[in-house]
């Protein structure tokens, strides 16, 4: 069983920066991946950026030049820093982790962006 504990969310205005990080409590370097997902009112959860066990990264066009997934082997963390946040990034964030045929999902973090 992996946990996954998400930090960093909050209250930012638009234009604002937040960093999301992801611990986990075993070594990522084991993951086939790791990403972040986001849920806002009423909608479905998407795809905001994820990372492969090489390196790969790909992100949802929405957040793409804004967006950065990276990760610390070392720490087990996976960050996401966001950059000239819009409101309608508003929702709350999710981190998983794909290792083998299972997923795992942290609590969400809330960030709310102000216009």
């Known amino acids: 069983q992996v946990q996954l504990v998400e930090s960093g969310g909050g209250l930012v205005q638009a234009g604002g920066s937040l960093r999301l990080s992801c611990a986990a409590s075993a070594s990522i370097s084991m993951f086939n991946a790791m990403g972040w997902y986001r849920q806002a009112p009423g909608k479905q959860r998407e795809l905001v950026a994820r990372?492969?066990?090489?390196?790969?990264?790909n992100y949802a066009d929405s957040v793409k030049g804004r967006f950065t997934i990276s990760r610390d082997n070392a720490k087990n963390t996976v960050y996401l820093q966001m950059n000239t946040l819009k409101p309608e990034d508003t929702a709350v964030y999710y981190c998983?982790?794909?290792?083998?045929?299972?997923?795992?999902w942290g609590q969400g973090t809330q960030v709310t962006v102000s216009s």
């Open positions: 998983y982790a794909r290792v083998w045929v299972s997923d795992y």
């Open positions: 990372i492969t066990s090489g390196d790969s990264t």
